[in-house]
């Protein structure tokens, strides 16, 4: 088990967003975050990602309590994610994009960025040299100087994953990385997070309303409604679950006449 919740409630004034939800991800899992719009699922990561604080309940990552810390602490601890709508920084190159991804792993003082001393010029080639591998696995290192706004939807939600990549997480939360993307290459995306699960050795918690896509990804999923848990288990068996049906269909059920 690498990150658990329990019992975590969030609310916005009257408003519950997250009611009481537990569950856990085991280490090296697939584990998909589902549910119809509104049921709670952004929400539930940015409680894990410090965003927001939840109202009761623990976040554990690793065995510690992580839900107290902020933000830019919890990507430290492990935790790195992207977003549903990609938040990249459009005047800047790939390269740069993903180079911010190594911010805090490298080993020069202020001052040697300043004065330009040469430990500086060697952390800065070392972590360049990372960043282009980490572009090359993804298959767009030819765009690395290119603006990243240039690139097509999907190419830039490669590099949003390559930046999250870059800060050396141990989980990786993904919010709806399949959005926007047609079938091949929805496809492309759910082989290549598989492979970078094994060759990062990573565990992955994602967001995403594509069940085709959650069904050849997923190990386990959970499905929120109006931020209850309805059901927890296989992909397969949960589009087979009467709740779940009811969450994303309504209930058809009527008296008969």
Do not use: W
């Amino acid at each position: 088990m690498i990150l658990e919740l329990k019992n975590v409630t969030k609310k916005f004034g009257g408003v519950t967003a997250i009611n009481s939800t537990t569950f856990a991800v085991n280490s090296k899992e697939i584990y998909g975050l589902i549910g119809p719009n509104g049921a709670g699922k952004t929400t539930m990561f940015n409680i894990i990602t410090g965003n927001y604080q939840a109202t009761d309940g623990e976040v554990i990552f690793k065995n510690e309590k992580i839900n107290t810390l902020k933000p830019h602490v919890i990507v430290r601890r492990g935790v790195a994610r992207t977003f549903q709508n990609i938040r990249l920084f459009h005047t800047m190159s790939v390269i740069d994009n993903v180079l911010i991804g190594f911010d805090f792993q490298t080993n020069y003082t202020y001052l040697e960025s300043i004065f330009r001393l040469p430990r500086f010029f060697g952390e800065e080639k070392r972590i360049r040299g990372r960043a282009m591998e980490i572009l090359d696995y993804f298959g767009i290192a030819k765009f690395a100087e290119h603006k990243a706004t240039d690139l097509s939807y999907g190419q830039q939600r490669k590099v949003e994953i390559a930046r999250a990549l870059a800060t050396s997480p141990t989980i990786l939360l993904l919010d709806e990385p399949a959005a926007g993307m047609n079938p091949a290459e929805t496809k492309e995306l759910a082989d290549l997070i598989r492979k970078a699960r094994d060759d990062f050795d990573l565990t992955v918690l994602l967001i995403e309303h594509d069940m085709k896509f959650v069904n050849q990804l997923c190990d386990k999923v959970l499905v929120l409604d109006y931020g209850k848990t309805i059901f927890e288990g296989l992909p397969a068996n949960a589009i087979k679950d009467k709740k779940v049906i009811t969450a994303y269909l309504g209930d058809f059920t009527h008296d008969s006449c």
